[in-house]
């Protein structure tokens, strides 16, 4: 079965902190990767694409790791501020006969105090 | 914003009223879907348009009705719901061109079923 498992469920941190967050899935065949940004009241932004080949891909402060044999990605938040508050969606590719199928993970809920 | 845009923002209605929600994009694309996301839970496709033409219905309940008038406007009629259809609905478009398109989400509407 297609999933996407992310971890933890919800996290708190000081601003000016780092923090990972997790994502695992089972999806098959693979296309691509994406991390998304959800802040509350609004909809889902991409913050990363990552493909098959790729290892790792930074936006600013954000870095996202793919490790297509154990099926797991990370994204790594350098000094944390407070608008990176937010729901971190990690998002499959799949690959199908009839175009590419989206498989969602729940979502990592970020929360950055001051 | 995204070039996404959704209305109402928010929609309180009782399980026998008709209401539609409404989504437009202003980003030339040729894909429009309707997702639903529930607190704690990923998202969940509803309905796909691929210039104008439904490619994809996951097995939604016949009291969501979408429409697609044109590649830039989506609908999604809704009657006689249920309290467990209270959530947000996000409506989303891309440019379908292969591996990598990427969705841009509109700010969602909150559903409240009473």
């Known amino acids: 079965k297609n999933q996407v498992e992310q971890s933890p469920q919800s996290l708190i941190i000081l601003e000016g902190k780092n923090c990972t967050l997790q994502c695992n899935y089972t999806v098959s065949p693979f296309s691509n990767l994406r991390w998304y940004k959800q802040d509350t009241g609004r909809g889902p932004v991409s913050l990363t694409i990552?493909?098959?080949?790729?290892n790792t891909k930074s936006n600013g402060r954000y870095t996202a790791t793919l490790d297509a044999d154990t099926k797991q990605s990370s994204l790594h938040i350098t000094a944390s501020q407070l608008s990176d508050s937010a729901s971190y969606i990690c998002?499959?590719?799949?690959?199908?006969?009839?175009?590419?199928?989206?498989?969602f993970g729940a979502g990592t809920i970020l929360r950055v105090k001051s | 914003e995204t070039g996404v845009t959704q209305t109402p923002r928010h929609l309180v209605m009782g399980m026998t009223n008709k209401k539609s929600l409404k989504c437009e994009q202003h980003?030339?694309?040729?894909?429009m879907y309707w997702y639903k996301q529930s607190a704690k839970k990923p998202l969940e496709l509803m309905f796909v348009?691929?210039?104008?033409?439904?490619?994809e219905n996951n097995s939604v309940p016949s009291r969501f009705s979408p429409e697609c008038p044109n590649s830039s406007h989506l609908f999604l009629h809704l009657h006689t719901l249920q309290p467990e259809d209270s959530a947000l609905y996000l409506c989303a478009s891309s440019q379908v061109r292969g591996v990598a398109d990427t969705q841009y989400f509109g700010p969602g509407t909150r559903l409240t079923v009473l």
């Open positions: 998002v499959v590719i799949l690959r199908t006969l009839y175009g590419n199928k989206l498989v």
């Open positions: 980003l030339g694309h040729n894909a």
């Open positions: 990552m493909t098959f080949s790729e």
């Open positions: 348009y691929n210039f104008k033409e439904q490619t």
